[in-house]
């Protein structure tokens, strides 16, 4: 069979199941299985699909995901993130459009709580957003931080997507945790940047109100307690990578123990809320693993049936430079991220990208970084966004699908900006691990 | 028209060279008649599933390291221990044909070991910390392959299995501070050079590359075909004895200009060392073969040395 | 209909606990690892691949239970924005092709964990098991995923409706 045949039926193929709501872990298996059947000596091959089932999840490469859900999850039930809300609020003051700058703020101190963007855009669009819409806010701006902040979660370590995105494309988990740091705080400043421009321009659409000021004794204590301390487990797996004491596994592991204890000692752990933490970060862990259970497989047909190797000799014969091919690639993954989330796409993707970055020589943790930007990217792009869905969940009732829409617009600019600006200068993505 | 599989893509690792002198010596020898496809390495699976892929059917022939096969052919890689110039005699020996008829147990047609001279081509250690004995393993992690990591427990140290991509931070940070490689298949290609300061010049198994092919598939071949596939594994198991010897030379030369230390233990302590690798390796051996087998495969190595 | 139907349900939920109990084992696993190493000098052996066999284990125990849940990702593009009779078709055939694809691979899983065991095939590892009792959660977890997707597409046809997009994110 020829390979562009092969592929285009594998991606048409692919694409129908997933239309007719096939959940997307059994539309990759089932084209798998044609794969199979096509190219792996017919049934004879189905026994090599199972084992590859196995080898796909079946590695500590994978476990920090499973950590990372469940440390988010019991810090989230345990009203830990709550907390840590109302301190940054205490600190802010006044400023111009402070509510969506504590948005920003906010996301960005409980991304570093989860690794997975729903549970920041339920959290902040559920409190945040009617806050603001009560203030008077803009509605587009009451929404929009809301969604880049929930992207944030999957760009800040923890991240479940970098270790997805790690194992299925060979890369370092520890240097792939490491290299979004600097990336991750960068696109918190430039939303920053964004909104207190624009309540500049049109001061309209954020009013301003009385803030009630909190004596500076207050709001030291409070800090004190309620936000460095779940602030220093992340700083603690991150610093035991950076300084290799212990594996991300490792690092994983013992920060979701610690989480545990730490929500003990603000007294709000309860049985009842630890069987849901415990129970919905199962849930959440298995929709990504059985997603994965197809990915070896998957990438394995790609490869045999030749259209690996064809695109990547087209590919790396285009005459366009380094930089372009760069951009087309990146443009794929945007298209794709449009429609599908964020797993699927790296397992579509990751397969074809790999021989050609590595026939471009490019540092596999630059493109990676860049990767995750605009895989984080496609929680908020309509029209098929996770975040999107959450958002329109949790809105004031009466937001149409539409505003939200516009509301995600400036931020995913945003984040093509910083996409670009990492291409251009790799070394932001590739300081930081470079120290390692 | 056969297709073939490796654990690792040539060019990048020496010892993939090995499946690849095999492929182009049948499609020469076997002009008309029989040929090779290369179809992919690691990037069509990964190169532990590959032993079960092959036995399945989805590919016919396969290179890549004999203790590769430890899960599906325990004891296949008996011939790391083998003291013979080509570790498997070559076809047509009898210790060649035990090893075919262990293998067809399993549904696999055993072609052939190739790989250095005996000591050449082989696993070492490598270290951040100066040694003088085995002894001097005790209590540190070492990142192992399955191969090693008999010896390396029995040292008492931490055997810690890690995939080649995460090994040089390991070694960086300090996660492992030692590890075992076959030093000729591109060790400073991956940079360990920079971090690993001490190479312990004892060599330990055989290594080299393994080559086997789909039971099925070999039956069903004409013997016209068989004896083009067997003569090219003749021609390949001696290509492998210069060739290991070449990248070793080239691979510790640059590990000296990286400002690695050579080790050499003084003759007590090296055959001490070698006696601990050895004795490990035939004691986890000793768990899968009868006593009567491990007398006959001893036998076999024995009239191989002999015969060269 | 109905007790059969409950057993079946009560085993799922049962499954799913265990995957619960196996994600408490995976972190503790490790905890212990380090901490022996911390204490000892040694980290306990095999606890790597102890993890990986937990992964496969928690995720093919719990697939069933996310499935009845909703809690699978489906790209729902198309689907909600169908009404009626179409919507209704969509759903059965979704579901009914939910139901081969697992039901087929857990036909073939558990020819894989018998021939597996036949060839005595081990993993290669710290901890030599056989690679069957990796492979084993997989056509147990297929199976139940399986008669699942049959129950929903029973749903669809009697015009009920299923949960696609849980509540549990
Ligand atoms: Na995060
Ligand atoms: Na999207």
């Known amino acids: 069979m020829e390979w562009w045949v092969f592929l285009s039926t594998f991606f048409l193929g692919l694409t129908g199941l997933m239309l007719i709501g096939l959940p997307v872990a059994f539309a990759f298996l089932a084209v798998n299985m044609i794969g199979v059947y096509l190219l792996w000596g017919g049934f004879n091959g189905f026994n090599q699909l199972v084992l590859s089932i196995d080898s796909s999840i079946s590695t500590f490469i994978l476990v920090p995901i499973p950590m990372f859900i469940l440390m988010g999850s019991v810090m989230f039930h345990a009203g830990i993130a709550e907390r840590m809300i109302r301190v940054i609020d205490q600190w802010l003051g006044f400023i111009s459009g402070r509510l969506a700058v504590l948005t920003v703020g906010a996301g960005a101190v409980l991304s570093t709580l989860t690794g997975v963007a729903m549970g920041s855009v339920a959290m902040l669009g559920g409190t945040l957003t009617p806050e603001m819409e009560r203030r008077g806010y803009a509605r587009t701006l009451a929404i929009g931080p809301v969604l880049g902040s929930g992207a944030l979660a999957i760009l800040i370590p923890p991240s479940t997507l970098a270790i997805v995105l790690a194992s299925v494309g060979g890369f370092s988990v520890a240097k792939m945790l490491i290299a979004i740091i600097l990336p991750g705080i960068l696109l918190a400043i430039m939303y920053v940047i964004y909104i207190l421009i624009r309540v500049k321009l049109r001061p309209q659409d954020a009013p ?122 990146m443009a794929l993954v945007l298209i794709v991220g449009m429609f599908i989330e964020q797993t699927s796409i790296v397992l579509i993707t990751m397969p074809i990208f790999l021989p050609i970055i590595g026939a471009m020589g490019w540092d596999p943790i630059w493109f990676a970084v860049v990767m995750m930007v605009n895989l984080e990217l496609a929680t908020i792009t309509p029209p098929a966004g996770l975040s999107l869905f959450v958002m329109k969940g949790v809105a004031v009732p009466g937001t149409t699908m539409g505003q939200i829409y516009r509301a995600a617009l400036p931020f995913i600019l945003i984040n093509i900006l910083l996409m670009l600006i990492l291409i251009l200068w790799p070394a932001l993505a590739l300081w930081l691990p470079s120290l390692m | 028209q056969l297709r073939m599989v490796g654990a690792w893509a040539p060019g990048f690792s020496p010892t993939a060279e090995i499946g690849k002198s095999f492929m182009e010596n049948v499609n020469r020898l076997g002009e008309g008649k029989v040929s090779i496809q290369f179809i992919g390495a690691d990037d069509v699976m990964p190169p532990l599933d590959q032993p079960e892929a092959l036995v399945n059917g989805v590919f016919d022939v396969w290179y890549g390291a004999p203790n590769y096969w430890a899960g599906v052919v325990p004891g296949g890689d008996i011939t790391e221990l083998s003291p013979a110039k080509i570790p498997d005699g070559g076809p047509g020996t009898p210790l060649y044909d035990f090893l075919v008829e262990a293998f067809a147990a399993k549904g696999v047609r055993y072609l052939g070991h190739a790989a250095g001279v005996p000591g050449v081509g082989a696993h070492y250690m490598t270290t951040r910390f100066p040694l003088t004995s085995i002894d001097d393993l005790k209590g540190h992690p070492v990142r192992v392959t399955p191969l090693s990591r008999h010896f390396v427990q029995k040292a008492g140290a931490e ?37 690993t300061k001490y190479l312990v010049d004892q060599p330990m198994y055989r290594s080299g590359g393994g080559l086997a092919m789909n039971l099925d598939k070999w039956n069903a071949l004409e013997p016209e075909i068989q004896q083009i596939l067997l003569d090219s594994v003749k021609e390949t198991q001696l290509f492998a004895q210069t060739w290991f010897a070449d990248n070793q030379d080239e691979q510790v030369g640059l590990m000296k200009a990286a400002g690695m230390e050579v080790i050499t233990l003084d003759p007590a302590e090296a055959e001490r060392w070698n006696q601990v690798v050895v004795d490990a390796l035939w004691a986890y051996y000793d768990t899968i073969y009868s006593p009567e087998q491990i007398a006959t495969i001893k036998d076999l190595f024995a009239a191989a040395a002999q015969a060269d | 209909m109905r007790t059969p139907l409950r057993v079946f349900d009560l085993l799922i939920t049962l499954m799913a606990w265990m995957a619960a109990l196996l994600l408490l084992t995976l972190m503790l696993a490790t905890v212990a690892k380090v901490g022996l190493r911390a204490t000892t000098g040694y980290g306990l052996l095999g606890i790597d691949q102890l993890s990986g066999l937990i992964m496969v284990w928690m995720t093919f125990l719990g697939a069933p239970w996310v499935l009845r849940e909703g809690g699978h990702v489906v790209v729902d593009l198309l689907i909600l924005n169908l009404r009626g009779r179409s919507a209704q078709v969509f759903a059965v055939v979704a579901a009914l092709l939910g139901a081969i694809v697992c039901l087929t691979i857990a036909w073939f899983g558990l020819q894989a964990v018998l021939t597996s065991l036949r060839r005595g095939i081990l993993v290669a590892a710290e901890l030599e098991i056989p690679r069957a009792v990796n492979i084993a959660p997989i056509p147990l977890g297929m199976l139940f995923l399986g008669l699942e997707f049959l129950r929903r597409a029973a749903t669809a046809l009697s015009g009920g409706t299923v949960v696609t997009q849980g509540e549990g994110h």
């Not at chain 1, 990438?299 to 790396?316: D, K």
């Open chain 1, 208 to 329: 301003a109100y009385e803030v009630p000021s909190v004596p500076l004794s207050v709001k030291l204590r409070d800090t004190a307690l309620y936000l460095v301390p779940p602030v220093m487990v992340v700083v603690m797996i991150v610093v035991c990578i950076f300084t290799g004491l212990a594996t991300p596994t490792e690092s994983a592991a013992i920060g979701t123990f610690i989480t545990f204890f730490l929500a003990a000692a603000y007294g709000d752990l309860s049985l009842a809320k630890l069987k849901h933490a415990l129970l919905s970060s199962t849930k959440l862990s298995v929709m990504i693993l059985i997603i994965m259970t197809g990915s070896a497989s998957f990438s394995q047909l790609l490869s045999f049936s030749g259209a690996t190797g064809a695109i990547t000799t087209w590919a790396t014969a285009l005459d366009v430079s380094s930089i372009t091919l760069m951009l087309m690639m």
């Open chain 2, 159 to 195: 055997s810690i299995t890690l995939p080649p991509s995460e090994i040089f931070l390991a070694l960086d940070r300090g996660t492992v501070d030692a590890m075992t490689w076959p030093i000729a298949d591109a060790y400073t290609r991956y940079g360990w050079q920079d971090v």
